[in-house]
């Protein structure tokens, strides 16, 4: 009788293991200005397919692009468009172009109950000065909006008092983690998000002088595989649209 339920048990257990073994894995590398809504979508995803699994990483532009060349298994890229073709033309990536998803800005996060103002650049000096701490991404991580901010402060003619009060984060999920906390006053990072972390700290992005606006695009090593096919339509599809525009992107047409 014991020897007859242990066999029980090890052919349930052997079933699962197969059912598990069977389930394609599909490793999608993004930047974190996507993450919220990624993990939303990928929930819908797997769900839908019980045989395929999406699994991401997040992290900075570059960071996530470094991260999707070094996984041999890695299936999915999402970072700037410009990345992207950046790699194409030195042939990291072959084969086909990339395909848009979204726009979103670079803008400025507050931890305090008084938002300071920052529609022109003379504001903009007012607001970076009177801060008591300022969290941005680290721009050595490949972060897109940190080295733009980098080299606006430098413009700005504010580098070194700022950097004096800088705290580098290893992301932008990590910049508003450090203002949702209120460790820092200012988060700098893209304005998706800052309206996925908590919309309410959200200053604005930058003046016009100083805008950067950025354009995420999705390559796939397979996009003729059946499961990234429907990874993508789930992606351009209305469900997805809606998605994307409610956590702050601009989707592009």
Known sequence: MKKLLLKSILIAVGTLNIGFVMALEYRV?????????????????NQANPSAM??????????AENKFLADKSSACLITT??????????????????????????????????????????????????AKSIAFSDPARGAT????????????????EV???????????????????????????????????????LVGPFPAEFELSSRYA????????????????LLKSERGAQVLTQHGLRVVK
């Not at 999406?54 to 960071?63: K, Y």
Request: proline share 3%; hydrophobic share 45%.
């Open 163 to 201: 950097m004096a009060k800088a705290i580098l984060a290893k992301d932008g999920v990590e910049t508003m983690q450090l203002v949702s906390t209120k460790k820092v006053e200012l988060g700098i990072t893209q304005v998706s998000e800052i309206v996925q972390a908590d919309a309410s700290t």
């Open 29 to 45: 590398y993004s930047a974190a200005g996507m993450k919220i809504p990624m993990i939303e979508l990928t929930q819908v995803f």
């Open 54 to 63: 999406v699994v991401n990483d997040f992290d900075t532009a570059g960071a």
């Open 81 to 130: 468009q410009s990345r992207i073709d950046r790699a194409i033309q030195t042939g990291a990536l072959q084969g086909h172009g990339a395909l848009p998803l979204v726009d979103t800005l670079a803008g400025i996060a507050f931890s305090g109950p008084l938002k300071p103002k920052i529609s022109n650049t003379a504001e903009l000096i007012q607001a970076l000065q009177q």
């Open 218 to 233: 999705l390559w796939c090593k397979n996009p003729a595989d059946e499961r990234i096919q429907q990874l993508i339509n």
């Open 145 to 160: 909006v940190g080295l733009h901010f980098q080299e606006m402060i430098k413009k700005l003619g504010v580098e070194k």
